[in-house]
């Protein structure tokens, strides 16, 4: 992903007081009281926290697994082992594997975060994600029923002075959603599939429900979370017309050979269709705010843990940086694009995805009646369309031709929201959600 900042300055955190904060008669524990004082004292306005600006890291120590365990001496979460964790782009992860057990758990998630992008070290990231992670993650995990399939991993910990979030290790087992529907050796079968589908639909729109009646100020708490809003909105509508058009620094060498812009039908009033939408969305994701929305709800931020007979035992939600307010039609629409990709670029998976994207959107209607509204079918489709315009050609998926079809696509979902009677979103791929007359 590409990020914008909040402003942050580094300070330099001695070793000795690190080791402080974590020693069981000084640890404060985590509580919402605790967390919303951070929160509050985080502006509202846009204009306050963000900038864009680079950073140079200056404090490395918890950026190395040797840094980690030396750091952690002298604690419970002293480990013999620091293992660090890939799959993030955006954040330090290791699994510390303990010398001694923590409430009954032998390995642990340590998470770091530095007011940079980990793998983008000149791209400034405001340190505030992880206090509104760390909030998300408790009152999800505390809202979700305890039998529920769909969980968030336990925060044990959390130093906001040092910038790290201390949680439950889902398992070195699992594999990322993603991952997992990828896996030749291992292909999901449909009765799976459905579960998995099912579950996820359920979750998420269970959680857009309990999140309306605002509760404990969930809204109000997360609508400070202006970074998360801004980078949403920037990522998908606001790139999509300068990614169609080859231009201001959106070029892509599988679009711009020729000009992917020149080939679209009618194209004139398409891009005037898609320029209007594309300012529409982007300033009703900046303003919306009467439903808590995850944020980055895809596949590589789901962890699928099986049983002993391959049976769906769990499936882990994680990264809630970019949790807020939001459209739960976004939601929806980039889930359900970025399993279409996979339906589109690793044959091997069509029959998993598609039960997949059926029974997540059967799910998601059903547990939203009677009050799921034509415009989140919408708002849906349009996401979806986006996602496949713009993220498409931005990463490594296939080849030319077939990325440029599926941008094409993309092209023809969005001008399909925008035009579009209700009948015919009835008849389209979200047409689950769309209620009957």
């Known amino acids: 992903r590409i990020l914008r900042s909040c402003d942050y300055q580094t300070t330099q955190k001695p070793l000795q007081a690190f080791r402080a904060s974590l020693a069981i008669d000084r640890l404060q524990e985590i509580n919402s009281d605790n967390l919303q004082t951070d929160l509050h004292s985080i502006s509202a306005n846009p204009n ?9 890291p200056n404090d490395v120590t918890l950026t190395t697994p040797t840094g980690v365990q030396t750091c952690l001496l002298n604690t419970p979460f002293a480990s013999h082992t620091i293992t660090p964790l890939s799959g993030g782009t955006a954040n330090f992860a290791y699994r510390l594997h303990l010398d001694a057990p923590f409430e009954r ?9 530095q007011p940079y992008v980990k793998d983008f070290v000149g791209m400034a990231f405001g340190l505030e994600r992880q206090t509104f992670e760390a909030e998300a993650m408790m009152r999800v995990r505390a809202w979700a ?8 991993p336990k925060v044990y910990r959390v130093d906001k002075e040092h910038n790290i979030i201390i949680m439950e290790d889902c398992g070195d087992d699992v594999l990322t959603l993603k991952d997992f529907l990828q896996s030749p050796s291992s292909p999901c079968p449909p009765d799976l599939a459905r579960a998995i589908g099912t579950s996820l639909g359920h979750f998420l729109a269970s959680m857009h429900a309990w999140s309306q009646a605002n509760p404990e100020e969930i809204l109000d708490l997360f609508e400070k979370n202006q970074q998360a809003k801004m980078l949403s ?11 169609l ?6 070029v892509v060498s599988k679009l711009s050979d020729p000009p992917i812009g020149i080939e679209l039908e009618d194209r004139e009033r398409v891009m005037g269709v898609l320029g209007g939408l594309a300012g529409r969305m982007r300033e009703r994701m900046l303003s919306y705010r009467d439903v808590f929305v995850m944020g ?8 699928v843990k099986l049983d002993a007979d391959r049976q769906l035992q769990h499936l882990y939600i994680l990264d809630w940086e970019l949790a807020k307010p939001g459209l739960p039609g976004v939601e929806i629409g980039q889930f359900c694009a970025e399993i279409d990709l996979l339906r589109r670029f690793v044959p091997s998976s069509e029959e998993a995805t598609s039960t997949i994207l059926s ?13 799921l509204d034509v415009g989140v079918g919408r708002d849906a489709l349009a996401h979806w369309g986006v996602h496949l315009a713009v993220w498409t050609p931005h990463v490594e998926l296939g080849g030319k031709q077939k990325t440029r079809d599926v941008v094409k696509e993309g092209v ?11 009948a015919d979103l009835r008849t389209s791929l979200v047409g689950p959600l769309v209620p009957k007359d």
């Open 233 to 243: 909105a920037w990522a998908t509508y606001g790139r999509l017309v300068a990614t």
């Open 145 to 152: 029923p305890a039998d529920s399939v769909v969980t968030v």
């Open 296 to 303: 980055d709800f895809w596949p590589g931020n789901i962890m």
């Open 359 to 371: 029974t997540f959107l059967q799910a998601y209607a059903d547990s939203s009646e009677p009050t």
């Open 48 to 56: 306050a926290n963000q900038n864009m600006t680079t950073v140079t």
């Open 245 to 250: 058009e080859q231009s201001e620094g959106e």
């Open 412 to 422: 023809k979902l969005l001008v399909a929201a925008a035009e579009g009677t209700d």
């Open 105 to 113: 758990q032998e390995t642990l998630v340590l998470k770091h975060a």
